[in-house]
């Protein structure tokens, strides 16, 4: 179990350092760009983000869960999947381009054909490094991929904003996008040890998808329903509209997606190697849900309570109708990242006919709900969404708490210390800072408070998620 600790460890730190970093650099840029840029550019853009998010998950078909779900994968199988993976992501594609009118014409917006046929190209340019980012997450690898990541969200970030200085609008945002990919494929292709060989095995591919194809439909399913909301606002509202709310998403999503990624990536190989015990199963289980509410809640409590200082400083008063979005999407991804840690448990278990099924589940509770919101406004579209989210995670955590018995209940009780000392520190530090007058000033000083506030409480509290982060911190400085 050590050397499995070790392993997990070390894939957090660096899963960490790869996402935080990603992450600061798409806010810090994505700041210039919309700054530079317009509503109604990111509107035009989350009108086809469905399609594109669709291919993608298509191209990708569930087959790397498949390969690291397989503990003994070999050569065949990885040459076998890209192959079959690249073939998919041209014919994908070839898709993309011929009903990129109809899309233009759907949300009668002539410009959306371009822009179809050039982003679309991402599927081919992503299919082309699924395997070496799989063999990685496989053996816990995430020193490379952070490098990878690094380095091309910068690369793609600075050509976006020269664009965008340029006066390209729209299309900075799709040239940083294409750009970013290539860089990142191409890096994985150079950085990573594997090579595919002219192999392909029908048998092999067969197996990989009697598990691999249960997934794909349901990252499908997830895909399109997920992102049902872009269509419905992109379509009943306008592209300005539709810009103030993939803001607030981008927003609310840089926490939940940190998080999720780096306990996602870690925790699902771990599951897989000790799935047959469950009495290690559900102690990773419990520690996955203290460490990620551990992390979660203070960045949420934060991005709630200061979402009109942050949206008006760094966004400028033109992106204002973004700040009630942002406050209440916020709360719906509290329970993201723990439930994408119950999803890993019941995928690990092999169950992926089950995670299906939750995913049917889920996706008609979205199309109830935004077919009872979305004609009273985007506010009540965004409650809707918190409402799913909720039950959602409740749906998934009454099967963990079936086969290891670690209820949703007791999940919730897990959480309670760092939801309560989270709201307690940022209420207090907005509080303080609430007399400031300054909005920079206020912002600044408040998220500064409410960080060293929260680390303060953590350390007189004790928490252990603290204690054992900080511990690893100090043992890598040693070694250095």
Known sequence: MSSLKKKATSGVLWSGIDKSSTMLIQFVFGIILARLLLPEDYGLIGMITIFITISQAIVEGGF?????????????????TFIFNFFISLVVYGVLFFIAPLIADFYEQPLLVDLVKVVGLNVIISSAAIIQRTILIKKINFKIQAITNIVAGLTGALIGIGCAVSGLGVWSLVIQYLSRNIMTSLLFWILSDWKPSLIFSVHALKKLFDFGSKILLSTFLYAAFQNIYLVIIGKVYTSEALGYYTRATLFKQIPATLVTTVMQNVTFPVLVDVIEDDVRVKKVMKKSVKLTAFLIFPMITALIVFAYPLVLVLLTEKWLPTVILLQILSVGVIFFPINAINANFINAKGRSDLFLKLEIINNILIVITLGATYSFGMTSIAIGYVCVSCVGFFTYAYYSGKFIK??????VIDMLPYALISVVVTLSSYVLWSFVDQ???????????????????????KLNEFEEIKNSIRSKLKRK
């Open 64 to 80: 790397s869960r498949a390969l690291i779900q397989k503990k003994h994968a070999n050569q065949v199988d990885y040459s076998t």
């Open 406 to 411: 670690y209820s949703g209940l007791k999940q």
């Open 439 to 461: 909005q920079f000033i206020q912002l600044c000083g408040g998220l500064v408070t409410s960080g060293l506030g929260y680390l303060f409480c953590s350390h007189i509290f």
